[in-house]
């Protein structure tokens, strides 16, 4: 079983490796090949469990890493997790074989390519496998980083950052509305495990935090998944490099907000506003993601909105097939459980079909300069394989046989049918979707490799080298097995998914279904038809009818407005932040010592914690007496000192009478801490006051000295009333219990280093790690003065 951590940690143990080869190698071996291997092990790690898992079994580990808060690393493969991790490790295989002949081994940063997706290979492994909510998030808002720094790649490109800063704005703003949805989810179950909140759904439904909680998780999974109106960073991502958006944007990361609806549909399906929710929006993103492909002029464009639709089909259906766990009747239940089926179903077929399709373009750009189809046309002679390929993508997604979008494209039209009886218009606007879907499919093929060229090439075409081509034909090849054989893939991939996804109807028995390409003449394939029909018409009138685009207004469209509110959001926070960031020390400690009066002094006031009672004073000597008013004597000769060397050696003299005190209270090692550092700190400050030119008299005006008094004395009075409070409050129960066995938890004789090494090991780390980083700061500025020094000496 440990097995499973290996699987996860494979790709995040190996990426600080993939520098160093490249360092070794390059440009003798190109780095793609010693990443290779990493997916394909993955890859024959997941074929291996099909046994166990088509026999109705699961595979569970379980590794505490928070245990005080309920948060371990517990991995799970089912059913569905199985389908993902298929997706991710086989096509990140064909991916990385396509990069290998795509990316230049002389001219690109290919460790950076291959940490990243490594990275981000990983996270995704992670979001699928993850049972614990919150384990789940931290894979989840990994693949957001991992795929923003991959769309950045080509970071010289101001697309590819802007591209970049958009996807990571919208999908972390939706892990962090996700985040607080797992948030309510753990407290409505009081569990964190996704299994153990299936059996708790009578407790959910009937609390009152379901609705925020399902809505604030929607939020998460619409945004990673490009769901409408959250869609418009996908378009924009295209900017990457195509292995990255074959990989990324057509079968892991945009499925990322799929798996996570199918994984909770157990938990919140068989309520209408889930119902409504996840099958309104993804019909909506069906219809908005078909209807703008057609109006593209970039290839990747074109599938960045195809994928949208497509996305928008598998979400809505996941919607649909939720009325199942509604329903008493069984024929019903297993009416709409197939609509579940069938985005399973399409899950796999999408990959297939637009992977392949995101690798020709890729070729189309990379043989002939250009993604631009005004430019293109011609290409069928002289790249026919590339034509070929494309061919059977687009005939798939189009849904035409004999290719396996034809049988989930049938499936669909049976799923919205039987959601008619609900409302008629989901089989409409699904039937009108796929008119525009066919439409943007015949542009795809025809507008690219027939005719005659528009313009002159970048470059000569040609095709491409075999290498590249193999991925494609791969992905091409599984696009015409999966139409004669899907049965294969129902019995032992998708039959133990939709089980995963429909617990109930799979005890029940009621999750049976033979995929069959004929089915005589039905109401489905007439819908084929008709889409066939219609959508030749559309095609060879489409200039005609496509000046309907420019009708509507771009001060409304759904980019304009996000570029909009970011740049007034960016110009106010500039324009407050010059309001309040002077340049001036004193306005910034009158606006932090103002937040503490405020804060401090209002909650005592409000909570009554105001409290005097000298009766609970300790008694006090006469040493105490004389070092309190020394060092009051102190504190009033650094106010008023004539020269910087006073206030210094009144400074150093306030801290050693601290250390007086320390002796007096018994703390010897806090005396030897604290004189220690004020003996460095005083001579610092000598050093460095040594040099500046003597003080001035400063002519300050009266209302800013009113406003020095009265902050200073408010922050006083502050201050006193709470170390009165303090005293004059009962003491808690000290922690000091906890550290008394320190020999026994952490093996240190001394109470204090045990403390700060072991207990709070984290903190004195980071306190280390910021004095690393102001040290080499500071070491940084000394050496750029002594070379700008040099360089003043020279000239």
């Not at 991992?146 to 970049?164: D, P, T, V």
């Not at 990361?253 to 929710?277: C, D, N, Q, S």
């Not at 392949?356 to 394989?385: A, S």
């Not at 007496?625 to 000192?641: E, F, G, K, P």
Request: glycine share 8%.
């Amino acid at each position: 079983m440990v097995w499973l951590y290996l699987v996860l940690g494979i790709p995040f143990l190996f990426s600080p490796i993939v520098p160093l080869l490249h360092k070794k190698f390059t440009p003798k071996i190109h780095t793609g090949w010693f990443v290779l291997w990493i997916p394909l092990l993955i890859f024959f790690v997941f074929l291996s469990t099909i046994p166990t898992l088509s026999s109705g079994e699961i595979i569970a580990l379980s590794l505490p890493w928070i245990p005080s808060y309920d948060i371990n690393i517990t991995l799970l493969i089912d059913g569905l997790s199985l389908i993902f991790g298929l997706l991710i490790s086989g096509v990140g295989f064909l991916v990385i074989l396509y990069s290998i002949y795509y990316l230049s081994k002389h001219k690109e940063a290919l460790h950076n390519f291959y940490i990243y997706l490594l990275l981000f290979m990983g996270a995704m492994l992670g979001v699928v496998l993850s049972d614990n909510i919150f384990t789940l998030y931290v894979f989840w808002e990994m693949t957001s980083i991992s795929s923003f720094l991959l769309i950045a790649y080509w970071f010289e490109r101001e697309k590819s950052r802007s591209g970049a800063r958009k996807s990571l704005l919208i999908t972390v703003f939706g892990g962090l509305a996700m985040l607080a949805g797992f948030i309510l989810l753990a407290m409505m179950t009081d569990t964190h495990s996704i299994r153990e909140m299936i059996h708790s759904l009578g407790e959910i439904h009937s609390h009152s935090l379901f609705l925020p909680a399902m809505v604030l998780i929607l939020i998460g999974a619409f945004t990673k998944s490009a769901q409408f109106p959250f869609s418009i960073w996908l378009p924009d991502a295209m900017e990457a490099p195509t292995p990255v958006s074959a990989y990324l944007h057509s079968a892991t990361m945009v499925k990322a907000g799929i798996y996570l609806v199918a994984r909770l549909t157990p938990v919140f399906g068989g309520g209408e506003v889930w119902f409504w929710l996840v099958s309104g929006i993804g019909l909506v993103t069906l219809l908005y993601g078909s209807f703008n492909a057609i109006r593209q002029t970039d290839l990747k464009a074109l599938l960045a909105y195809s994928t949208i639709s497509q996305l928008g089909l598998i979400m809505s259906l996941l919607g649909l097939g939720s009325a199942a766990l509604a329903l008493d009747a069984g024929n019903a239940k297993t009416a709409y459980a197939l609509a579940i089926f069938t985005a399973l179903f399409h899950l796999v077929n999408h990959s297939t079909f637009k992977g392949c399709l995101f690798m020709v373009v890729g070729i189309i750009d990379h043989e002939t300069g250009t993604r631009d189809i005004r430019k293109l046309g011609g290409l069928m002679h002289i790249m026919p394989i590339s034509f070929t390929l494309a061919l059977i993508g687009s005939l798939s997604m189009a849904g035409l046989p004999p290719f396996n979008g034809f049988l989930s494209k049938e499936l669909f039209f049976t799923a919205v049918l039987n959601a008619s009886e609900i409302s008629l218009l989901i089989p409409v606007l699904a039937w009108i979707a796929s008119i525009l879907t066919f439409v943007y499919c015949m542009i795809m093929v025809f507008r690219t490799f027939t005719g005659q060229p528009k313009h002159k090439l970048g470059k000569q075409a040609h095709e491409a080298p075999l290498g590249m081509l193999i991925p494609p034909i791969v992905l091409a090849a599984l696009v015409v097995i999966l139409f004669f054989f899907p049965n294969v893939l129902v019995q032992y991939v998708l039959a133990p998914a939709w089980a995963a996804v429909l617990p109930p109807l799979a005890q029940e028995g009621l999750l049976t279904v033979h995929v069959s390409p004929w089915h005589g003449v039905t109401p489905e394939l007439l819908m084929t038809l008709g889409v066939i029909v219609f959508g030749l018409i559309l095609y060879k009138t489409l200039k005609k009818w496509q000046k309907l685009y420019r009708t509507y207004p771009q001060a409304l469209t759904l980019n304009h407005i996000y570029e909009t509110s970011l740049e007034r959001m960016e110009s106010l926070s500039l324009s407050l932040t010059k309001r309040y960031m002077t340049g001036s020390l004193r306005d910034y400690l009158i606006y932090i010592l103002t937040f503490i009066i405020v804060a401090v002094g209002g909650a005592m006031v409000f909570s009554k914690g105001i409290v005097f009672d000298p009766s609970l004073d300790a008694s006090f000597s006469i040493y105490e007496l004389a070092l309190l008013a020394a060092m009051v004597i102190s504190a009033v000769t650094v106010l008023l000192a004539q020269t910087r060397l006073t206030s210094v050696v009144a400074v150093g003299s306030l801290g050693f009478l601290v250390v007086f005190f320390f002796v007096l209270f018994r703390a010897p090692d806090l005396a030897l801490t604290q004189l220690v550092v004020e003996t460095i700190t005083t001579v610092l400050f000598l050093l460095c006051f040594y040099h500046l030119p003597k003080l001035k008299k400063e002519n300050t005006p009266l209302p800013t000295k009113v406003v020095n008094g009265l902050v200073s004395l408010a922050i006083g009075i502050v201050m006193t009333m709470v170390a009165l409070s303090a005293n004059g409050n009962p003491l808690p129960e000290s922690i000091s219990g906890y550290y008394e066995n320190a020999y026994e938890l952490a093996g240190a004789k001394n109470i204090v280093n045990a403390i700060l090494v072991d207990f709070r090991g984290f903190d004195t780390m980071l306190e280390i790690l910021v004095l690393s980083m102001a040290g080499l700061g500071v070491y940084t500025l000394i050496k750029l003065r002594m070379a700008g020094g040099k360089e003043n000496e020279r000239s």
